[in-house]
């Protein structure tokens, strides 16, 4: 039997490459060819270093291809996309304190929309959402980003499978990284992976400003932006300092999450910033292996909610533990197939043909 391209792409997923996902979430495989038992491909790194890094993950793939049934030869390729990335350099510093801005709330240089991702408390699958609805829209055909703004506990480098630190070729600007389709930033690229960050306000506040002002994002049609849990500095300067398309705030369905997320949707009240909707989290289990369906969280909570407050309801997003795997490995589940890809992918679905991104 001869080998097929879905077969060889098959074999390619189960590679995986440092910092996390695989040779084909990751989309490093270009110029891919069978023909009779014969495989071709390309591996396209980001610069020289990267491809140097991959020769081993070449070795491997080559080795599992040589391993399907029909297939006689393997010839795998290395190759650079462009010249080396000069790392930032000692002259570029986040944290500093803001800079003074006039004329209210400003756009973002490229930036169609911005939309907020919110909780009033943490643990409720906050930047999950953030990451996999950043995915959804970008399998879509948006053209989207993504930004950590959680400044004390950035999660998204994790999730989004990435740990290089990005580029700054003048020392101003920096260079955000790319997975899965999206254009990511966040403080936890420019540290260590268990370094604190010990800040008061006023650093926390000009870190945000240069995270959203000095990071090259090109054209994109939404960023995403993942807050941290809670109503403070953060939230305050984003709201005050850019002009967001809108706030989704996200909660589980049980009474305490409902208690901080009311208080999210107030701060939104106050600062004049339009909530596009509500997504209840967590709101259902199915068992593998009997099928039943349980409400741990309580059910129904977040819609009751939004029809009571008169907001969007966008939808329910089910507990999985395929979610948190996902999540972990740094290939988000929307990346994939399956019913809560799907689900993902209708949320996606629903802000599209609201306008909302």
């Not at 009751?304 to 490995?329: C, H, W």
Request: charged share 15%; with cysteine; net charge neutral.
């Amino acid at each position: 039997m001869s080998p097929t391209v879905p077969s060889v792409q098959q074999a390619l997923a189960q590679i995986h490459v440092p910092g996390g996902g695989d040779l084909i979430s990751r989309d490093l495989v270009r110029a891919l060819t069978v023909e009779g038992g014969q495989v071709r491909f390309v591996i396209e790194a980001a610069d020289p270093d990267q491809a140097r890094a991959l020769e081993p993950v070449r070795a491997a793939a080559e080795a599992a291809l040589r391993a399907l049934p029909g297939v006689a030869q393997v010839q795998a390729l290395l190759t650079a996309h462009g010249p080396a990335a000069k790392a930032a350099p000692p002259g570029l510093k986040i944290g500093q304190h803001p800079t003074p801005q006039q004329g209210g709330p400003q756009r973002v240089t490229g930036v169609d929309r911005i939309i907020a991702v919110a909780s009033g408390k943490g643990g409720v699958g906050k930047s999950t959402v953030s990451s996999n609805l950043a995915v959804a829209l970008a399998r879509a055909g948006r053209r989207v980003g993504l930004l950590d703004a959680d400044i004390y506990g950035p999660s998204q480098p994790r999730m989004m499978g990435l740990s290089r630190r990005p580029a700054s070729p003048d020392g101003k600007t920096i260079i955000p990284l790319q997975a899965h389709g999206v254009t990511m930033m966040s403080i936890g690229l420019m540290l260590k992976e268990d370094e604190a960050v010990v800040w008061r306000g006023p650093m926390i506040m000009g870190a945000l400003q240069q995270l959203i002002t000095q990071v090259d994002w090109g054209r994109l049609d939404v960023l995403i932006v993942d807050l941290p849990p809670g109503t403070g500095d953060i939230q305050l300067t984003l709201c005050q300092r850019t002009h967001l398309t809108g706030a989704i705030v996200v909660s589980t369905p049980q009474d305490v999450a409902l208690l901080d997320a009311r208080k999210a949707l107030d701060m939104f009240q106050k600062l004049k910033t339009p909530v596009l909707g509500l997504i209840e989290n967590m709101s259902t289990y199915i068992c593998p292996n009997c099928g039943h369906e349980a409400h741990i969280f309580g059910h129904g909570g977040v819609r009751a909610e939004a029809r009571k407050l008169g907001l969007p309801f966008l939808g329910e997003l089910p507990l999985s533990l395929d979610v948190r795997i996902a999540g972990d490995s740094g290939t988000p589940i929307a990346a994939g197939d399956g019913d809560t890809a799907q689900a993902y992918a209708a949320l996606a679905g629903r802000l599209v043909a609201g306008g909302m991104a």
